[in-house]
């Protein structure tokens, strides 16, 4: 079975710009997770969406973010613009229905903006 | 809020030698807790959890027993591997909204 995937890796781009993050859950996962990791701190959540539907979105740091979940398979997360401190690693992780299922996590795509 | 604080790194040891990292946390309740382990390249896996105190959780031949009266969830191995090198991430989780909280890592660094 695949475990989550996220692309890109790697993203390098400059302030004022705009990326786009992707994130794959494992098949089946109803409930879909973003968190970051900002200049090795500790990770913090950013939202969850149950289904496509935003279950809790009180991480969102700001309003130059928007997260999506078409048709409740992948994610994506924009920034728009990007800015210096939006660097950092976005974790993806997905789970299976129900509040307390384990969370399986990507790998990362690490941001950086210069 | 809820939070976890962890020691900060690197943790550098000897093959065979004994690992401590603390942790410790501040959450009204009762907590679920848990130890994510991410090694170069990866993304983070579950190492164990705990769900009521004094519960013990294990895995791989680490350890960490949830400590109600002391807020603590402190990760033990008896004898590190070189293979055990990664960043391990102390986190709680509580109430419907089940998004985790995590501390800031702590980089382990085994060497022969």
């Known amino acids: 079975e695949a475990g989550v995937t996220q692309f890109p890796s790697h993203s390098v781009i400059e302030k004022g710009q705009t990326v786009t993050l992707r994130c794959d859950p494992i098949?089946?996962?109803?409930?879909l997770y973003w968190y970051r990791r900002v200049m090795g701190k500790e990770i913090k959540f950013l939202l969850h969406f149950v289904k496509e539907s935003k279950q809790d979105e009180s991480g969102m740091p700001n309003n130059r973010f928007l997260a999506e979940r078409t048709g409740g398979t992948y994610s994506t997360l924009k920034v728009q613009p990007a800015e210096l401190e939006d660097s950092g690693v976005y974790f993806c992780?997905?789970?299976?229905?129900?509040?307390?299922?384990?969370?399986?996590f990507g790998p990362g795509t690490r941001l950086t903006v210069l | 809020g809820n939070s976890v604080t962890q020691m900060e790194g690197p943790v550098t040891l000897s093959e065979e030698a004994f690992l401590t990292i603390n942790c410790t946390y501040t959450?009204?309740?009762?907590?679920?807790l848990f130890w994510y382990v991410q090694y170069p390249g990866e993304g983070l896996q579950l190492l164990l959890k705990a769900t009521k105190a004094d519960d013990k959780g294990s895995n791989k031949g680490f350890e960490a027993t949830y400590r109600k009266e002391t807020t603590s969830f402190h990760l033990e191995k008896g004898s590190v591997q070189v293979s055990d090198s990664a960043v391990y991430f102390c986190a709680l989780r509580k109430g419907a909204g089940n998004m985790l909280t995590f501390g800031g890592g702590t980089r382990l660094m085994v060497k022969p």
């Open positions: 098949s089946g996962h109803d409930n």
């Open positions: 992780a997905s789970s299976q229905g129900g509040p307390y299922n384990e969370q399986f």
């Open positions: 959450a009204t309740g009762y907590p679920s």
